[in-house]
């Protein structure tokens, strides 16, 4: 049986641009409108030797953007696929820095007992120092990646599979 890791994080950390590099594809939905991606998505990794699949979410979201049902909808997507996979890549976004959101998602995940890689997406351009409050979420030293420029994902690939 291949193991299943979810994609989870806040709307517009990069989650799907990750999924899209993983995937090599186009298909998950890549916008500049935060939580697009309403379903899970699921898709098919291949690196090196190791294979496993990867479920892409809509994000547990911001409270009170005016979006309210949708929002629970992407929510409990989330945590169904939480529950679905072995481990969990938790994306926050290094630019936007460290909120109360990622520290909520980050307490809900330390309850699961699974294994947890944190990445902070959307280093470009973006100094190393703002990285570290990332570290206070208890998960270890951050993996840096830029989704979008494709940097980080070879190493980050490399971590998740490392176990496989
Ligand atoms: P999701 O809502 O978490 O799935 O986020 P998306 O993958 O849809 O990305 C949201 C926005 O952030 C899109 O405009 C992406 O092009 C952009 N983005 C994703 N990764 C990066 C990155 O590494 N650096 C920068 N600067 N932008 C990124
Ligand atoms: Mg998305």
Redesign the pocket.
Known sequence: LKPVVA?I????????????QFTKSRQ??????????RDRQYGDVFFENKSFIVI?T??IGEADDGKGNIDDYMATQSYTAIHEADMVVF?V?A?AGLTPSDEEIAKFLHTLGKPVFLVT?????VHEASIAEFFGLGFGEPIP?????G?GVTSLLEIITADM
Do not use: W
């Not at 994080?9 to 899209?20: A, D, E, I, M």
């Not at 990646?145 to 420029?149: L, N």
């Open positions: 994609l994080g806040r709307p517009n950390v990069g989650k799907s641009t990750l999924f899209n998950a939905l890549v916008a500049d409108l935060a939580g697009l991606t892409d809509g994000g994306v976004d630019r997406n959307k280093t470009d351009g990646t830029s989704a979008s420029h940097k």
